[in-house]
């Protein structure tokens, strides 16, 4: 049975399972590679239970150990979350918090946010880091992210979701492909273009497609490009369009280098949301690091930097 002169053996567990190694995690614990393996074989005799399965290549946590793993990183966050409180009684919380944007998003938040944290909280390590809403689920569920902006989701057992706005998308395009085409467009519309998309594992894509299906249409999907600022640059070739919110473009509307038609039928609109693990909702470090987020969002909506509806 594990007792309490047992639990600096879970931090140790959580090492090797990041590493999947035991010398290199031998190296981060700063100890022997031998004595790491001891330590792990302590776990497993006072857990009654196999934890690690050993390969050529390292270790892996079997199922057992995958659900200790699992209370191990909550520890580990406890401990995180009690020095960044007391440390707040005396000043700014510090810690390290890690942030995935959309490209759409990370075009207007970017920049604010950085600002808005690094004076508010000088003392907090953030890392922001871009990439299509399909990835940041995933680095979610792997708690490779602490938040991350996703669309159209619900809060379910892992996930504590914060709806924030309301985007329209719209066709985005190049300026002499625009003047081919009427104001206002339809899905028969976007059928007879050649589009430019992120890849199946994106809502914005399956969205799209599911129901352009619905109505006996298939898109001309000519170009799957999976990195946002790439996707505008082959608008800007002209290589084609693509449906996008307005934020994801929003210099290069106000230079007059893309267009932006409107999609009326139907409207696609998507709800922007902010996700975090629920493990972590408690945490007074990132509550803090939340707040000062949202108040950058309302912020950019209000003053119209961001073309979106606040919920």
């Not at 209370?71 to 960044?84: F, W």
């Not at 309301?166 to 395009?173: A, G, K, Q, S, V």
């Not at 104001?183 to 129901?211: C, F, M, N, W, Y």
Request: glycine share 6%; net charge neutral; hydrophobic share 45%.
């Amino acid at each position: 049975m594990l007792k309490s002169k047992d639990i600096p053996l879970l931090h140790d567990f959580a090492v090797v399972c990041e590493h999947g190694n035991l010398t290199r995690a031998a190296q981060e614990l700063n100890t022997g590679q031998s004595a790491i393996t001891q330590r792990m074989q302590r776990l497993e005799d006072v857990m009654g239970a196999k934890l690690l399965r050993r390969h050529s290549r390292g270790v892996h946590p079997t199922e057992q150990g995958e659900i200790l793993l699992k209370y191990s990183r909550k520890l580990n966050a406890l401990v995180v979350d009690a020095i960044a409180e007391v440390t707040a009684w005396e000043g700014s919380p510090s810690g390290a918090v890690s942030i995935g944007l959309p490209p759409s998003v990370s075009a207007v938040l970017t920049t604010p946010l950085i600002e808005a944290v690094n004076t508010a909280l000088p003392n907090v390590e953030l890392t922001v880091a871009e990439a299509f809403s399909g990835y940041l689920e995933g680095w979610l569920a792997n708690d490779e992210i602490d938040f991350g902006f996703v669309f159209d989701r619900k809060s379910d057992a892992t996930l504590e979701i914060t709806e924030l706005a309301t985007e329209r998308l719209f066709l985005i395009c190049h300026p002499e492909q625009a003047q081919t085409l009427p104001r206002q467009l339809g899905l028969k519309d976007l059928a007879g273009l050649p589009l430019i998309a992120p890849s199946r594992r994106h809502g914005l894509r399956t969205g799209v497609e599911a129901v352009a299906a619905n109505r006996g249409l298939k898109l001309n999907i000519r170009l799957e490009v999976d990195a946002g600022h790439q996707l505008i640059q082959q608008i800007e070739r002209g290589v084609g369009a693509a449906v996008l919110a307005r934020s994801a473009v929003m210099p290069e509307l106000v230079d007059g280098r893309l267009i932006a038609l409107p999609i009326v039928d139907p409207v696609f609109e998507r709800t922007v949301c902010l996700a975090l693990r629920k493990e972590k909702a408690d945490s007074y470090l990132l509550k803090r690091v939340q707040y000062e987020m949202l108040t950058v969002v309302r912020h950019l909506i209000v003053s119209k930097t961001w073309p979106a509806e606040l919920l």
